[in-house]
């Protein structure tokens, strides 16, 4: 839940607020404060950005709002990475299947995030480790989601 990851930021001592924002902006990151776009309309979404900004609490240093600096979309990536490791991990995607979740919506629902947050952790994990990835006796196949379980 959303809640749930403002208290963990706080206990890190990482401020949150939410505040309208012009534009697309959805949430910015800065000196231990994450501000998050009041105007987002559910939870869940503000509980991805909120992933991402952390992210880049964990992982980003100075000003990287020049996305034309590679540097910088380096840093976006690690940040981005760091949340869909937080909220969509591979072990997580394997409880679900443990748990029965059969589809997106499904595990949306199951990990309290958006279908297009899956969407986009999963074309991340292709990227990083090709059609699929195995973890000890599953295989996560990213594209369609689908995992499979190895009996030795």
Not at 7 to 13: A, V
Not at 38 to 67: F, M, V
Not at 107 to 126: G, M, R
Not at 133 to 144: A, G
């Amino acid at each position: 839940m959303y809640e749930i990851l403002i208290k963990e930021s706080e206990d890190e001592g990482v401020e949150i607020i939410e505040m309208p924002f012009k534009g697309n902006i959805k949430g910015l990151y800065s000196d231990n404060v994450i501000a998050i776009n009041k105007n987002i309309e559910t939870d869940k979404e503000k509980k991805c950005i909120l992933a991402e900004e952390l992210g880049h609490h964990y992982t980003s240093s100075g000003d990287i709002l020049d996305q034309s600096k590679v540097e910088n979309r380096k840093q976006e990536r690690r940040a981005r990475a760091w949340g869909y490791s937080k909220l969509v991990s591979i072990e997580l995607l394997i409880a679900a299947f443990k748990d029965d979740v059969t589809n997106r919506y499904e595990l949306s629902k199951y990990l309290d995030v958006t279908e297009e947050y899956i969407d986009e952790a999963l074309k991340y994990y292709k990227e990083k480790y090709g059609l699929s990835h195995r973890v000890n006796n599953f295989i996560v196949y990213f594209e369609p989601l689908s995992i499979l379980e190895i009996w030795e």
